[in-house]
């Protein structure tokens, strides 16, 4: 008999956001312009258990148990075949060992890769189901366990049971297959068990309007902003990632975002020299950066990335070289769709922000709005 544990199963995703081990095989190699463990945010920890029940005759079904709170990883909730996806398969019982053995695989259905902080880096927990309870006898007599976990660790209790998937999985697809054996003695009828999925979680976030060049009256020093864009299935928060200008005349330090950046999923938010509108030509800033970084007219780069460990991953990177191109007094950057290549800004897939394309005093810009550019 086939179990189908997909359609009614628990599921738990969870970006890891905590930092883990250095990676330095992907290191950005720059310099921290200042603490950016200090200053990483803690992120809310929200649990909702999944019920689930089976039978020694291949019956296996889950269903949400509503919000619980407790000592676990940080856990984003979703439902069964909209975050992540477990299925079942080849299921059998044998009455003389008494294990319940079923196989299980895990699929992503997030637009971000699941099992990674970058989309190129493995998390080096892997992708972890565990048991937040159980298995336990329902009916019947005698005590269940899990038999073949690949590890213990704690998530809302201590020593909890888990099995990992070691790969990054991509938008829809599916891991390889892993067996699961549960230890049901014979004299039990019904047993049920939790399980949350958790894993770390690709920040889609894409550098997707700049300003290198203020127009009018306002200074380099003050009107200079840029946008990010986050293409992601969650919200996320910038608070201690990393932004960082590569201009000809150097690399310069990594600066920490400091404070509190919340970019919903579609959403956009935009990072300036300064925050104040009557002095940066109006454009609606949500983090100041200050003197961190300084863009220049030509040869320059931009980039955000992620504290990870000791080390940092570049989560988006933008370059361009001409002036004349991607550094027009008062006009940003836009790139025409969030989904394309936005590595070369002075390239086809950016385009120069409309002129009816207006913010503040005369700026040419759609700062924390859809691209005047924008083509579907």
Known sequence: MRVH?????ARRLVPAFMLMGALAACSDQQPL?????????????????????????GQVSCRPAGARTGAASPIIIGGQNTYVKLTSS?????????????????????NEGLGTPDGVTTDPQGIRVFFHSGPTVTSGTGVA???????????????QPYFTYAEILDKNEVSAAKTWQLLIPRTAATFAFQLYVESDVQYLLVINEVLTNPGGT?????????????GGTFAVNLQGLVIADSA?????????????VSVPSGGYAVLGA???TVVNGGADVDYAYGSALALANSMDALKISRVYGTDTL?????????????AQNGISRELKNPALDNANMDGSNWADASAMAVYGAAGRGTPRAQNSAYVP
């Open 5 to 9: 544990i997909a359609p009614k199963t």
């Open 33 to 57: 312009g200042g603490s950016a463990e200090a200053a990483a945010p803690q992120p809310v920890r929200v649990l909702q258990a999944y019920d689930c029940a089976g039978s020694l005759d």
């Open 90 to 110: 080849n299921v059998s019982y044998d009455s003389i060992s008494e294990i319940f053995q079923f196989d299980v695989t895990v699929q992503n259905l997030l």
């Open 145 to 159: 366990s899990v038999y073949n976990a690949d590890g213990y660790d704690t998530f809302t209790a201590s020593s």
């Open 218 to 230: 306002t200074s380099d020093v003050n009107g200079e902003w840029f946008e990010v864009y986050n």
């Open 248 to 260: 000809a005349s150097g690399r310069r330090p990594y600066h920490v975002i400091s404070s509190s």
């Open 274 to 276: 300064v925050a104040d």
């Open 314 to 326: 570049t989560l988006d990177r933008v370059s361009y070289l001409s002036a004349a191109i991607s």
